[in-house]
């Protein structure tokens, strides 16, 4: 949860208990690793169980379940942003949406992007083709998600209201809609 952290259950949500081992909150003036307190944004599971963090500067993975993460921001252009996204049936896929700070809420060096990884984490390559460079707009939290077609497709909205989708897995984008209001959430469905 946002400026809680990550919380576990283990008896179906009647009880929780923080799980940030290896979480940063560099705000906080006594403790960067607290056991409660961390922004977290957005957390994504993968298909293997692992789970995806993207936190007010910071990028987590964890693969025990939540009980430890590590820092995958190495390589990223940003820690800061609020969306990650995790393959539907391909392990240790991921997409981030960076943000370029938490005071410049537009793309790192304005340029809209996509950030994909295929190992958990470990390298990061930009995914940009067709989407806009002078972009001055942020994707926020609910505003992406992924369909689970082969190639996956990946779905974006942004706060200048346009909406972006790629059917290749990220490799390509088109713009779908454009001069809505906010996009908060955006959500894929397959019809028969």
Known sequence: ????????????????????????????????????????????????????????????????????????????????GFAILAHPTRPGTVWNIPVANDGERIPPDAQLQVQRSDDGGRTWRMQAAGLPAASYTCVLRDAACLDTSEPVGLYFGTRNGDVFVSVDDGDSFSRIATQLPDVLVVRAAQLP
């Open 1 to 80: 949860m946002s400026a809680g952290g990550v919380y576990r259950s283990f008896d179906g949500g009647d009880s929780w208990a923080p799980s940030n081992p290896g979480i940063s909150a560099y705000f906080m003036p006594e403790n960067e690793y607290p056991e409660y307190g961390q922004c977290v944004h957005k957390v994504a599971r993968g298909v293997d169980g692992s789970f995806f963090a993207q936190n007010h500067r910071g990028v987590y993975r964890s693969d025990d379940g939540g009980a430890s993460w590590v820092s995958i921001a190495d390589g990223l252009p940003t820690d800061f």
